[in-house]
């Protein structure tokens, strides 16, 4: 069974930075490109970043490029969203998602929550 | 930027219903086109991916079709889990835009 286990959401002053980490199981992880996607409070599911399968290209929304930094370690089958210089309009659910082989997301995590307020 | 535009935005609909959502790219995306059903405080749920691929285990009252810049959701007849909001997404270049959602809810 496919599950995916997103952690480290929290409050964070507006400026400050958070990681968050995707782990996988139950799929060969290191062959699979690996998306984030967040939903704000109110609104609507917004794509956020993409990895491929060996971290070799990733690519992200306009609204966070320069800020965020998707990685990964396929040896720890985790995908990593590092944050940094975060909005208030950063609040969110952050979801991590498996892609299937046309780019879509097949499998979902549960998410986790990211304040950012003073 | 390609933007995906659903309509309508919000349905009532009674169980039982056969119940259609739009989705409409601002410029062609083949078939790179994904729904996904979400219900508050809980994952999103994959339901179609390449217009009309059904994922594995959704129930066959799913549907989609399309191709191009137009496309659609059917839902053949309601039932009272389908309740939720359905969103569409293009995975034809990133950034994977999603339409802005259809909430459906009993009438």
């Known amino acids: 069974e496919v599950q995916l286990l997103e952690s480290g959401g929290g409050l964070v002053q507006p400026g400050g930075s958070l990681r968050l980490s995707c782990a996988g199981s139950g799929f060969t992880f290191s062959n699979y490109a690996m998306t984030w996607v967040r939903q704000a409070p109110g609104k609507g599911l917004e794509w956020v970043s993409v990895i491929t399968y060996t971290g070799g290209e990733t690519y992200y929304t306009e609204s966070v490029k320069g800020r965020f930094t998707i990685s990964r370690d396929n040896s720890k089958n985790t995908v990593y969203l590092q944050m940094t210089s975060l909005r208030a309009e950063d609040t969110a659910v952050y979801y991590c998602a498996k892609n299937g082989a046309y780019g879509d997301c097949d499998y979902w995590g549960q998410g986790t929550l990211v304040a950012v307020s003073s | 930027d390609i933007q995906m535009t659903q309509s309508p935005s919000s349905l009532s609909a009674t169980v039982g219903d056969r119940v259609t959502i739009t989705c409409r790219a601002s410029?062609?995306?083949?078939?790179?086109l994904n729904w996904y059903q979400h219900k508050p405080g809980k994952a999103p749920k994959t339901l179609i991916y390449t217009a009309s691929s059904l994922q594995s285990g959704v129930p066959s009252r799913f549907s989609g079709s399309g191709s191009g810049t137009e496309f659609t959701l059917t839902i053949s007849s309601l039932q009272p889990e389908d309740f939720a909001t359905y969103y569409c997404q293009q995975s034809y270049t990133t950034p994977r835009t999603f339409g802005q959602g259809t909430k459906l809810d009993i009438k």
């Open positions: 410029q062609t995306i083949s078939n790179y």
